[in-house]
Every structure is written in C-alpha cells, then in structure tokens.
C-alpha cells in the first residue's frame, strides 16, 4: 500500500518570502504521478502542481516549484514570493499510473502567509 | 466553465436517519469518486465508478453507506441510519481516464454533514 506523510503540520511565513512544505511518499511502484492540492477556506480541492514520477525535470507552475528526489522519495512543495492568498492546507498526494488512479493524501500542511 | 457540482453543500441530521449527498460529475468524464474528509483520517477514498460501475468501495463501511450512479449524470452517495462519527466533508471528484495517462481529478465543492 502506498502511503504519504507530511511532517509539517502548520507553518507560518510573512508575505513574499519562500516557503517549502516537506512531503515523503511510500510505494515499490515505479510509475506514479505526485501532486501538491490547495484548500483554502472554502474547501474547495485546487491542484496546484503535477510531478511525473518518470520525469527527472522538476515541475513549475509560476511561484510553484517542486524537489523530486525519486530516490529518496521526497516531493517537497516552494512557493516563492508568498502572497496572503497562498493561505490555506496544502496536501500532498500520489496515484499511481494504472488502476483506478485513486488519489492517496498526506495529511495535510497548513500554511499561513503573514502581512 | 466545466465544473463538479455537489448538493447540498450543507446537512444537519440527527442520530439514524438517511442522509443522501448528490454529486453531478463534469459532461464527457467517464470516472467519478468520492472522498471523505475529516480532522482524525483526513482524505481518504470510499469508492471509485468508471462508466459508472463501481470498481471500488473498500473504503467504504458497507452496511451503512452505498455509492450509486444511476446515470452519467449522477453519483449519490448514501448513509443509513448516520451516526455522529459521519460527520465530515464528502467531496466528489470525476475525471477522464485513459489508459496509460493521467487525467486530473476534478473536485466538487463538497458537502459538509454533521450528524447530531
């Protein structure tokens, strides 16, 4: 079974300053997808960034970075020049390729961006 | 703009009764799942349909939850009787799956339900 841990419950920033959230992941599956999702206080589910584990090359979506280190299976989040919209939980999250693609969740990280 | 609807977004119930959630998938998707979310377990699948047969529910408590689609357009997903350990978000997601690809889940806003 696949599992994800997210060692960070909350952390705290002040506004434009980079922040990583740690996330690592268990599995003996080769070929998977890792993904960082955004909830806010709304609740709704908002996938911020998409990593294939097959790509070396480190996904980016604007201030949104990621580490994968494959190996050492770790797949941290970095959100540069932090806005108070960033506020929210922040999940971690892997599916493998085949099967049903069921989406398995970290625990979450929740993030505040102070002024 | 394509997107996941639940209803409703709200539900009080008391100790026993039913309580059915409602989820519209987007138009063309052909898989639609549901997961709970709550502070203790956090988000966790309870079933999984593609083309509308249901493929897993080993999330879910069998003898009191059922997960039906009867038409593309509808994904219900029912409690009977609820019991206060219930209470969390139940959030629909649907998406269109391919083989040998991924394709984004879509979520819906979900459906908050606490049972007294």
């Known amino acids: 079974a696949q599992t994800v841990t997210q060692s960070q419950p909350e952390m705290s920033v002040q506004e434009a300053e980079t922040v990583t959230l740690s996330c690592t992941y268990d599995t003996s599956e080769n070929n998977y997808y890792l993904f960082w999702y955004k909830q806010p206080p709304s609740r709704q589910m908002i996938l911020v960034i998409r990593q294939e584990a097959y790509k070396q090359q480190n996904a980016t979506e604007n201030r949104f970075s990621v580490n994968f280190q494959k190996a050492a299976k770790s797949f941290s989040l970095k959100i540069s020049d932090s806005q108070l919209g960033d506020t929210a939980m922040y999940f971690c999250?892997?599916?493998?390729?085949?099967?049903?693609?069921?989406?398995?969740f970290g625990q979450g990280t929740r993030l505040t961006i102070n002024p | 703009d394509a997107r996941v609807t639940q209803t409703p977004r709200h539900k009080v119930t008391e100790m026993g009764q039913e309580v059915t959630m409602r989820c519209q998938p987007i138009l063309g998707h052909n898989t639609v799942f549901w997961y709970r979310q709550t502070m203790m377990q956090g988000l966790e699948l309870l079933a999984y349909?593609?083309?509308?047969?249901?493929?897993?529910d080993s999330g879910m408590p069998k003898d009191r939850f059922s997960a039906e689609m009867p038409d593309a357009t509808l994904a219900t997903l029912k409690i009977q009787p609820s019991e206060p350990r219930d209470s969390a978000v139940y959030f629909c997601?649907?998406?269109?799956?391919?083989?040998?690809?991924?394709?984004?889940?879509?979520f819906g806003p979900g459906t908050r339900l606490t049972v007294l």
């Open positions: 349909f593609r083309n509308r047969a249901p493929l897993d």
């Open positions: 997601a649907s998406g269109l799956r391919a083989l040998f690809s991924y394709n984004e889940q879509f």
């Open positions: 999250a892997f599916t493998l390729i085949q099967g049903a693609q069921k989406l398995v």
